[in-house]
């Protein structure tokens, strides 16, 4: 049983178009992440949201909107992509209020911008 | 900015144990050390957390210094399929994983 999955594994797309990738968790936790993992290999947090706070991290441009449907859901929809978009993008889960609220990771979506 | 320095590579022989190194003089009194690794092209995947003492599950074991400013990652027996990028990061919970460049094992035959 995979316990955070993402979907699309892999995405080609021309610049200018709009895409999504979809995020699910079957732990139950209550707060999900993307991050991206561009060509350096850094791997940096992009947006945490939990059923009551999306939290942004300031350096991801408005292109970039996180969706939660449900608890168990978090899809990135990114408007107009660019060049510079091209990652892999991770999805995780945590359970919040625990001084140690471990993440688990899904296996990326590997985006390709043209 | 991650709070630890690793050295960015390692080798070790396949069979023998694994000694991963990670300093965080900085670390305060309620921040936790966690190791990730990242296996190529793959999520990271959790191995081990600590706060003071010293843990072992059934991946690794993580022994914190007294002083908790640095610590090791060791993998008993490691395998061809433990080479990866090792990540240690200190946090107290709720804050955000900041990852570093890591520290990239390769497990020789």
């Known amino acids: 049983d995979t316990a955070v999955s993402q979907t699309p594994k892999y995405l080609v797309t021309q610049m200018g178009n709009d895409k999504s990738i979809k995020c699910e968790q079957n732990?139950?936790?209550?707060?999900m992440y993307w991050y991206k993992q561009d060509s350096k290999k850094f791997l940096k947090i992009m947006f945490s949201y939990n059923n009551k706070e999306l939290i942004i991290n300031e350096t991801v441009p408005n292109r970039f909107s996180p969706k939660s449907p449900d608890k168990a859901h978090l899809n990135l929809h990114i408007n107009s992509l660019e060049l510079g978009d091209s990652a892999v993008y991770f999805c995780?889960?945590?359970?919040?209020?625990?001084?140690?609220?471990?993440?688990?990771f899904g296996p990326g979506t590997r985006l390709t911008v043209l | 900015d991650a709070k630890t320095t690793q050295p960015p590579s390692m080798d070790c022989a396949e069979g023998r144990a694994a000694n991963l190194p990670c300093n965080h003089s900085t670390i305060s009194g309620n921040e936790y050390v966690y190791w990730y690794r990242q296996i190529h092209s793959q999520g990271p995947q959790y191995i081990i957390h600590g706060l003071k003492n010293n843990e072992t599950n059934e991946m690794a074991s993580l022994i914190i210094t007294e002083d908790r400013k640095s610590s090791t990652l060791i993998l008993p027996h490691a395998t061809l399929r433990d080479t990866a990028v090792y990540y240690c990061i200190v946090r107290v919970g709720g804050q955000n994983f900041v990852f570093g460049p890591g520290t990239r094992l390769s497990v020789l035959p």
């Open positions: 995780a889960s945590s359970q919040a209020g625990l001084d140690t609220d471990t993440q688990y």
């Open positions: 732990l139950g936790h209550d707060t």
